[in-house]
C-alpha cells in the first residue's frame, strides 16, 4: 500500500455510484483520516455502454472481474453489485489474492457471513459490511464497538424502509396497502421485487446479521421466525391507534442464558415506545445492554450516499488496520452455542381479534378459556356488528407464554361460539400494570 489507496469496485448502481461521488467529493475527509489519498482504480459493470448519472473515466470500467481481483495494485475491493453466488465467489477470490473486502449485500452476509469471514481470517484479511444492515446507520460498529463491553439482551429494529413507509401511510393517511407500497417503490427505497421487503424477508436478513453480531453466537437466517405486512387490515391498525399502539414490522432478537430467539413480524407497539416514532422510510435500531440501558441508532435505511457513507467507513477501518498491521483478526469462533428459545420460554403481550355469536354467555367462555391458561386479559373492546348478529371483540392480553397463546388460539377456533380468529399480534412495550387491574375500555 503505498501513498495512495487504490480500490476496485464491484458493481456501479446506486451504492457504487454513490461511493464514488463520497470519494471524489470527500477527498480531504479522506486524507485527514488516513494521511493519503483514495481512488477507485477500476470498476466492473455488467453493461459498459449504459448512460450512467456519474460522469465516469471510460478507462476505468471493466466487464472482467479478473482484471480487478488480479490487480496487485488494488488493497480494497468494495462490492456493491448484490446478488449471492457470483458475488460470494469474487470475494473467496479476493482474499487468496489477500485483497480486503467491503460489501453492502445482505442477502450474502446473512447466508454467508461466517464462510467469508473465516476466508477473511484465512488471509489475514479484513471483511466488513456496515452497509448490510440499516444502510447509514452505523449499527454494526455501534454494537461490536461501542457496546463491545456490555451484554446485549435484546435488539429491536425498524430495519425495512419500504414497509416503515407503508404501515406509516396506512397509519396516518388511511391510504391502502398496494398504493402506500407504490409510493414506495417509486421512491425507491423497495428491493427490485418488493416481495422480500414485504414478506419479511429482507428484515430477516438483518436481523440474523445484527444478532449473531449482539450476542456473538451462531445464527442462521432460515432460524429468523418471518411474517411480514401483506396480509394486515386497516381495522387492525385503527383498533390499535385506540388502544394506544402503532404497527410496526418490527425485528427481535433476545438473548437470556444462552437461549436466543429471533424473529420479525407485525407488531403493535406502544406509542410511549422510542421506537413508535420511527416514520415513513426511516429505520431505527433500539438496543437493550445489561450495563447500558436502552439506546437507540436512527437514520436512513437506505439511498445511494447514506449506504456509500457506511461503505466507505469500512473502507476506512481497512486501512487503518492495514497502517496497524492488524488486519484479518476478528474472532470467528461464536462465544457459546445457541439453542432456540421453546414457544414455552417466550413471553409478551398479543392482540387478538375475533368475530363471536352475539349471544349471551359468549365473552365467559371465552373468558374461562383463557382463565385455565392461566392467561389475563389487559384490554377488551367489544363492537356488535348488527346486521349479521356477531359482535367483534378485541382482546390485548398481559404478558403470557407463547406457548400458552398458541393453545389458547387452537382452542378457541375449536369453539362453537366464535365465528373466525381474524387476527392476532404480538404487543410491545407496554407497561404493564400489577395484575388484577385489568383496564377495560
Ligand atoms: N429494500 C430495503 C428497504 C433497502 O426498504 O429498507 C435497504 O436494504
Do not use: W
Amino acid at each position: 500500500m503505498g501513498n495512495k489507496i487504490s480500490v476496485g469496485l464491484l458493481g456501479f448502481g446506486v451504492v457504487g455510484s454513490g461511493v464514488m461521488q463520497i470519494i471524489e467529493n470527500n477527498q480531504a475527509e479522506l486524507i485527514h483520516q488516513l494521511g493519503t489519498e483514495v481512488h477507485v482504480k477500476s470498476i466492473l459493470v455488467r453493461n459498459p455502454a449504459k448512460s450512467r448519472n456519474v460522469d465516469l473515466d471510460r478507462t476505468r470500467i471493466t466487464t472482467d472481474p479478473e482484471i480487478i481481483l488480479n490487480d496487485p495494485e488494488i488493497d480494497v475491493i468494495i462490492e456493491v453489485m448484490g446478488g449471492i453466488d457470483e458475488a460470494r465467489e469474487h470475494i473467496l477470490k479476493a482474499f487468496s489474492a489477500k485483497k480486503h473486502v467491503v460489501t453492502a449485500n445482505k442477502d450474502l452476509v446473512a447466508l454467508h457471513g461466517p464462510e467469508l469471514q473465516e476466508a477473511a481470517n484465512q488471509n489475514k484479511c479484513d471483511f466488513f459490511y456496515e452497509a448490510s444492515v440499516a444502510g447509514g446507520i452505523p449499527i454494526l460498529r455501534g454494537i461490536t464497538g461501542g457496546l463491545s463491553a456490555d451484554r446485549i439482551q435484546q435488539v429491536m429494529g425498524i430495519v425495512n424502509g419500504t414497509t416503515n413507509y407503508i404501515l406509516t401511510k396506512m397509519a396516518n393517511e388511511g391510504m391502502p396497502y398496494e398504493d402506500a407500497l407504490q409510493e414506495a417503490q417509486e421512491l425507491g427505497f423497495a428491493e427490485a421485487d418488493p416481495t422480500s421487503d414485504v414478506e419479511g424477508l429482507d428484515a430477516a436478513r438483518k436481523m440474523a446479521i445484527l444478532g449473531r453480531l449482539a450476542f456473538s453466537t451462531d445464527i442462521e437466517l432460515e432460524e429468523v421466525e418471518v411474517s411480514g405486512i401483506k396480509n394486515l387490515a386497516l381495522e387492525d391498525l385503527q383498533y390499535g391507534d385506540q388502544l394506544g399502539y402503532t404497527m410496526k414490522l418490527i425485528g427481535f432478537a433476545k438473548c437470556h442464558d444462552k437461549e436466543v430467539e429471533v424473529s420479525v413480524e407485525p407488531t403493535l407497539l406502544s406509542k410511549e415506545h422510542p421506537l413508535a416514532d420511527v416514520k415513513n422510510e426511516y429505520n431505527a435500531v433500539y438496543v437493550y445492554g445489561e450495563a447500558v440501558g436502552e439506546t437507540m441508532f436512527y437514520g436512513p435505511g437506505a439511498g445511494s450516499l447514506p449506504t456509500a457513507t457506511a461503505v466507505m467507513s469500512d473502507v476506512v477501518e481497512v486501512i487503518r488496520n492495514v497502517r496497524l498491521g492488524v488486519n484479518g483478526n476478528i474472532v470467528t469462533e461464536p462465544r457459546f452455542k445457541k439453542e432456540l428459545k421453546t414457544p414455552d420460554h417466550r413471553f409478551g403481550q398479543y392482540y387478538l381479534r375475533l368475530h363471536v355469536k352475539d349471544e349471551a354467555g359468549v365473552f365467559s367462555t371465552i373468558s374461562s378459556l383463557f382463565h385455565e391458561l392461566d392467561i389475563s386479559f389487559k384490554r377488551i373492546l367489544q363492537n356488535p356488528i348488527k346486521k349479521h348478529e356477531v359482535a367483534e371483540i378485541v382482546l390485548v392480553t398481559h404478558q403470557t407464554s407463547l406457548g400458552n397463546f398458541n393453545k389458547a388460539l387452537n382452542q378457541l377456533e375449536s369453539l362453537h361460539d366464535v365465528l373466525d380468529v381474524k387476527s392476532y399480534y404480538k404487543v410491545e412495550g407496554d407497561v404493564e400494570h400489577v395484575a388484577g387491574t385489568t383496564e377495560t375500555l
